[in-house]
């Protein structure tokens, strides 16, 4: 069997499942049993400097496919509010029990070096394996100073990392938000002040939804209701993204990655690994389902690599990233061409209406004398969009066929039909 | 030689327990956790087959997609706007060999989408709503419509001729509006007086008059309508039954099954009906298998629903004919009445058994004896033609022309009592709205359609 185990900052842990700084993480009872079903590793629920922060009711609100799934949550909670000194004792509690298991403590405060650096050491006598920087959250915290109102500002990033770096003797984590316009900007402070890792994405902000009786943001409070933290399925196209922008990116290259953000299962946590992550953190899933989840996650990510004989998470580690390209170098000369398959087809239509009402008019529909419905793609037209195989019911009913074809590999700059198509006479 | 049914028959104890609880719905509605489940699975096709499956085209994937939306209000004027009944055809509409045969997960060999059940979410959910009636009466055209039949076909065409702005005075012979909503279709396929709370919400839309009591050739004269009214609409349904042409039909014990079935429906506490023991049901209808089952349900202890040819020529629905089944009728196929026997009351029935030879139908010189004391003869109805002279009939049927319009300048007809009648309560809407557009057309328009 495939070995799980991963090493993430210098932190070594048996499998790559950590669960992220959250309210499953909040306290003693959560962890062990997080520990219990077996989770490598927990990211403490975000430690502040008392007084601790006071919370409101109600606190979540989420975002539901049409059979009423739950693809997002939104939340509006803040950092712990129990007492820092009760928190950091269920930690040596929970570092005592469970000793090969991996608890990082997460912090934020103001942007005050003093402040930082004492919660910073508080934090690391209590026995933790890192410190994560919080400078992410997105809500509340932030209109106190804290949270992405740091994350937002690269010379914050750095400076926080650097005084935890100076502050402690224990890996350091800094914590990125996606709420900016270019996340290679915050990796790379983090880098600059010494960061072993950067963990990514926090939540994206957010209004869930509208509650159209009271007229007002999901969740309410009292009639009233704020932006908040989105996380769930939803947003791993995103984290996707900045994942692999960080891992291709030669500033930020030899940051180990722990990557968070919608990952729900043993595929979703293979993915964000092909794109360089050494590690994972999930909430979101397990809020929803149970701790339980774990099972398959380590199962299925094992089963994937014994059938692609990976021994090891390193052998598959950031594989993707090469094939993971800006447009300007994709293939224009290559082309696939949509085939149906009419024993698989079930003649519903949905093929035909998505590319004639909003593509390339290529599937025809016509109906037989016998009232039989066919569906067949027209190749002339077809410019292999895949729209049709993404709305088809059907499991593997419409293949993209690539077009066999002798011409090179051409990209756009390349390209005869690019005006600012690079003159080999001139730019020589 | 006695059949096995015969044979089994020996006590007067009723079989089945609780009688009210065998006539709850025969199909649960859905809640509203599997309203959503159900509405998930339908993939929203595109120019879909269900439609055109449907008699009356409703839009089935729109108002799937609207229950999905949470738009349940808006479903389920989807389905009104094409059929104004469709609450009771959510209920009684053969969806098995209708939208649900159509639903291309058929194609898939997967289980089809729950047309009928969703159907029924949707509209129970407005009706129970109450609130505005969801369309509009439309400006007076100062035009006066007779309807004679307060049927599926009648009221259909009263509703959508007050939707085109006609005033509409309906003629009922019955004591209560429905036609066979009421009166016709098996009680559990129909509880909570549910064919009334239908038309009571129909009439909401006002400009429609209901006359009950009024039966065409005695106290209603269509020549007077005719000089009355603007147009007339006939939706008479069958009034009379077939019979099995053999000596002793007037036996004491030997009746039509639609008449137990009304009287079933017009019985409040189902425990107070009489039923006997042993079960003759001749037919192989809906009608027929609708008299079995709830002969069973009553606790009639042998049931045989009899049938002359072989299952495939049933025009009972194979979901019927298996209900039958499950519930404990004893289904005799290839059976054709012979003799009734019995002394002053039926006590059995000797059949012939039957054949296929040369593609006819053929005796095998064979008898069965099934001991009954109660036969139901359901082998079709047909048009009391005694007050439509002047009418041209084809096949026991009013002719009509492809606009529902008569030989007679005037006069429209539709619903079973035309020669496309099919028995089915969705046909019938359809061919009534189909009719009040035609009329309408008439009336506008101020041409004849006919001859």
Redesign the interface.
Known sequence: MADLGCVIGGVESINPFWLASAPPTDKYYNVVRAFDAGWGGVVWKTLGIDPPVVNVSSRYGVHQDTGGGVIGINNIELISDRPLETNLREIEQCRKEWPDRVIIGSMMAEIDEQAWKELAIKIANSGVHGIELNLGCPHGMCERGMGSAIGQVPEMVEQTTRWVREAVDIPVFTKLTPNITNILWPAEAAKQGGAHAVSLINTVNSIVSVNLDEMAPNPIVDGKGTHGGYCGAAVKPIALNMVAEISRAVETQGLDISAIGGIENWRDAAEFIALGANALQVCTAAMLYGFRIVDDMIDGLSSFMDQKGYRSIEDFRGKAVANTVDWNELNMNFDTKALIDPDKCIECGRCHIACEDTSHQAIEFKVSDAGKRSFTVVDEDCVGCNLCAHVCPVPNCIEMVPVATDKPYLTWPEHPLNPHKADPINSQ | MPSEAGKKSCSDSKTNGDIAANFDDLHKPLNALQA??A??HC???????CIQACPTSIDIPTFIHQI??DNVMGAARTILSENIMGGTCARACPTEVLCEQAC??N??DEAPVEIGLLQRYAVDHLMEAGGAHPFERGKDTGKHIAVVGAGPAGLSCAHRSAMLGHKVTVYEAKAKPGGLNEYGLAAYKMVDDFAQKEVSFLLDIGGIDINYNHTLGENLDLQQLLEQFDAVFLSVGLGGTNKLGLENEGMSGVNDAIEFIETLRQTDNKADMKIGNDIIVIGGGNTAVDAAVQAKKLGARNVTLVYRRGEDAMSATPYEVELARKSGVMVELWAKPATINGNGHVASMAFERTKMLNGKLASTGETIEITADTVMKAIGQQLDIAPLKGFEIAGGKISVTADFSTNVSGVFAGGDCIKTGEDLTVQAVEDGKQAAHAINEYLTSGETHNG
Do not use: K, L, M
Request: proline share 6%; with cysteine; hydrophobic share 30%.
């Open positions: 959503v489940g509405a998930d993939i929203y096709c595109y120019d879909a087959p999905r939306t291309v997960y194609h898939g």
